[in-house]
């Protein structure tokens, strides 16, 4: 299960690595206005990468035998 867990983060970080970024953060407990700070990025953006990390991650999963 790790393994799946890790190909599929493996996935956004190639593809998006901005999602990446304020993925990580977020698991790391950072609020988005911490997050849109670090990144010099709005509140906005920060939580459409999130999402987008997200989805992909969740794709991902879906598509994994």
Known sequence: RDVERSRGLG???????VYR???ILRVQGYSIKEI???TNS???AVKT???RA???LLQNSQ???
Do not use: G
């Open 11 to 17: 996935d956004v970080y190639k593809r998006q690595p």
């Open 21 to 23: 970024t304020a993925l």
């Open 36 to 38: 849109a700070h670090i």
């Open 42 to 44: 709005s509140a906005a």
């Open 49 to 51: 990468r999130i999402h």
């Open 54 to 56: 997200r989805q992909l």
């Open 63 to 65: 598509n994994d035998p």
